[in-house]
């Protein structure tokens, strides 16, 4: 087993370095802002750490031996290429570039971060983004995700994490449906209409449909003649005219604008604040994850 290089070696490195550049320990002492003797004891402890002399020394100047002018050209080297990463970790805090790896379900995803991604490239195009979209929960450590958003209430992590903008759960029907079926006034009427209800694919539990009906929120539990397990398809067969269905306000929100879907019984809509992104400790401070969170912030 190698043994590993101590901080002391690196000390002395650099000190020989300057040393072996400049001719004398006092020009190296100057430049590194240390006294000449610490220069010199720092050498010496590398001299015996090696086992080689690397300079020769009279009472006025310091040559390179042979051994050390062969050292020193591979100890320049190592330190360019400590530079250099010092500099590009520099570029890295100044100037937002790399791969933001996100993940989402695939309502968020599509509906509130697809149709922000041409804006953020816009303003950051040397961010690329990698989007994974699904249902199930993942480890964002361990999968190597830089910001996460999820819909629920959330258990106890370590992650940092924000609440996103509220929105409502609310019924929807297309303006055809309405105009052969009628529009239920009150959540009690839902039992004379077609509904289109969501499956969940985790638990094969059917969704029931929370409205605020007064002071209190009460749930329904429809029957419908048809069932998906995808919440774009509740959407997608409601806007054909299959009936009535329950979607989260982002979501329809397009729909709505293009006249696709009309809200129904808007006014026992229900709001929810279970919204949140969630990013690693680590990625605080990365520029890429730092811009995405603020156009995120921004618009939702």
């Known amino acids: 087993m190698k043994e590993q290089i101590g901080f002391e070696s690196l000390t002395g490195l650099i000190a020989f370095a300057r040393a072996g550049s400049l001719g004398s320990y006092t020009a190296a002492a100057r430049a590194l802002s240390v006294s000449p003797s610490s220069v010199s004891k720092n050498i010496q402890r590398l001299e015996q750490h090696l086992g080689v002399v690397l300079f020769t020394r009279t009472t006025r100047s310091i040559t390179l031996t042979p051994e050390g002018r062969d050292l020193h050209e591979r100890v320049l080297r190592l330190l360019r290429d400590a530079e250099e990463i010092e500099q590009a970790a520099k570029r890295a805090r100044a100037q937002p570039g790399g791969t933001v790896r996100i993940a989402a379900s695939l309502p968020v995803g599509v509906y509130l ?118 919440s774009e398809a509740v959407l997608v067969s409601v806007a054909a005219g299959a009936g009535i269905g329950m979607a989260a306000s982002f979501m329809a929100a397009s729909w709505v604008e293009r006249g696709a879907l009309v809200p129904v019984l808007a006014e026992f809509a229900t709001e929810r604040h279970n919204l949140t992104v969630l990013w690693p400790e680590s990625r605080r401070a990365n520029p890429a994850v730092r811009a995405f969170l603020d156009i995120l912030f921004e618009l939702l």
């Open 113 to 230: 971060l697809a149709p922000m991604l041409p804006l953020f490239r816009q303003r950051q195009p040397e961010v690329k983004i990698d989007l994974r979209l699904g249902d199930e929960r993942i480890n964002v450590i361990e999968e190597g995700v830089d910001i996460a958003i999820r819909i629920g209430e959330l258990a106890d992590s370590s992650l940092l994490s924000r609440r996103l903008s509220p929105y409502q759960l609310c019924c929807y029907a297309s303006p055809d449906y309405l105009k052969r079926c009628g529009e239920p006034q009150h959540p009690d009427e839902l039992v004379i209409h077609q509904t289109v209800n969501l499956i969940y694919k985790s638990t094969g539990q059917l969704f029931r449909w929370p409205f605020t009906i007064g002071s209190r929120e009460v749930e329904i539990h429809p029957s419908s003649a048809i069932v998906t397990d995808a």
